[in-house]
Each structure stands twice: as C-alpha cells, then as structure tokens.
C-alpha cells in the first residue's frame, strides 16, 4: 500500500512513524470499538493482541486480595497496549481496562513483533513509549504515598484531561474510587474541593475543567515530570 493510501490515524505513535513504517503496520490492522469496562489485558495471560487507541482511555489496574484494585498508569491515543512484549515478556503484570469508551487499532501481537524485529525504527518509538509509561507508572506510586487525595484527583484528572478532546469527561464517583483505591464519599468530598476552588465543575457524572493551571498548582508536583519525559522519549505534545 502506498504511503499516500494510508487512513488517517490518530493514535500518536502511529503517526510518528515513517510512510515505509505505516505501511508494514496498517495492512496487519483493523479498527475495532472499545467500550466502557472491556479488559484488553488479563495477568499471567499471554498477550494475543495489541491495541493503540484512537480515542477513549485505558488503565492499568493493580490487583489486591478482596477486589481492592487501584489504577497504577493510564494511556489513551498517546499510547499502546502490550508494551510489556518490547521487554521480552508476553505477560503483563496488570489487567488493563477501557475506563472511556473509544475505538483503537489493533494487531495480533506476533505480527507487532514480526515489524519491531524487522525495522529498527518501529523497535526505537515503541520501546520510548514503554519507557515513558514506566516512569508515568512511578510518578503514580509516589502521587499514592504521599500527596492528599484532592491532590490525587487533580492529577488524575489532568492525566485524563491530555487525553481527551474539549474540557467535558464522562467518569462516576465510583470509577474515580475505583482508580484512586479510595471510598466513593471520599471522591465526593475531593470533587467538592476541587469544585470549591474553581478547578472542575461536577454533575453527576461529568466532570468539566475550568482551571487547568489550578490543577497543576494542586497536585504539587505529582503531575508534569512524567509528562515532560514523555514529550522527550516520545515527541508527544500535551495541551
């Protein structure tokens, strides 16, 4: 297929890639939906297929004994499923799952590494994006350890906010629980302050940024590192 019959795409890293690049990638892949709760991802399970999201957001869950999950990193069309396959390792550790519904493309995992193992460039941009996800993940477990939890949703509300388009994001007080590892009441209390100060507006289940230079303040440094690493390895550019 020729470079100039490639679709357009939106996934980042795709669009990184050189003409030659898509061209072996694309013929290999196929839109599919993602919806809202859809795991991409299981632990221990040997990963048949990769997903590079187009639009909507997946995270990452860590899982504890008594179904206390907590989300330790999160990805949307800046990124990939799967990058555990670019450390030789055909298990992940977390089970991944679609937190906003949207659309990715996807490919068998053997054809990935068939290209990444033929073409240094596709091996170089993906295995920039494990890395940036990997210091993402260790931003989160400092973020857990030691900022306050309206802090904690300030970042993750930022974290979210790069992903998507306009200001407006679709999200419940028990997801947000679920992904900060946290009581429902305790969000509702955390979204009230950030509703307080002008940062957010919640209803029901929309969450609207009006101040993102507010949030930034509010998380204290738990957001911003990780996302300038990423802009490095990766050429990603945030809002």
């Known amino acids: ?17 050189s003409g030659e690049d898509k061209a072996l990638l694309l013929p290999k892949m196929r839109i599919v939906p993602l919806k809202l709760g859809q795991e991409i991802e299981i632990p ?34 800046d990124g990939m499923s799967g990058s555990s396959l670019l450390q030789y390792d055909d298990r992940s550790a977390y089970r991944t799952v679609v ?11 053997s054809d990935l590494l068939d290209a990444v193992r033929a073409r240094e460039s596709i091996r170089i941009l993906l295995t920039r994006f494990a890395r940036a996800l990997s210091i993402q993940v260790g931003s989160t477990a400092i973020a857990n350890g030691h900022s306050k939890l309206e802090d904690r949703l300030a970042r993750w509300v930022l974290l979210a906010h790069d992903r998507v388009d306009g200001d407006s994001m679709i999200f ?13 009441s305790g969000v509702t209390v955390a979204l009230h302050i950030l509703e307080g100060k002008g940062l ?11 101040d993102r230079a507010g949030l930034m303040e509010l998380a204290d440094g738990a957001y911003g590192l990780a996302e300038e690493e990423s802009v490095r390895l990766t050429g990603w550019s945030l809002r």
């Open 172 to 184: 419940t007080h028990e997801h947000l629980a679920r992904m900060l590892g946290v009581r429902r």
């Open 200 to 210: 957010i507006r919640s209803r029901r289940s929309q969450i609207i940024v009006l």
């Open 44 to 77: 221990a399970q040997k990963l048949e297929r990769v997903y590079f999201l187009e639009s909507g957001i997946a995270s990452m869950m860590a899982s504890l004994p008594r179904g206390r999950d907590l989300e330790v990193g999160l990805f949307g069309r």
């Open 99 to 109: 937190q906003m519904n949207g659309s990715a493309l996807r490919i068998d995992a």
């Open 1 to 17: 297929m020729a470079s100039d019959q490639l679709p357009p795409i939106r996934n980042h890293l795709l669009s990184r890639l």
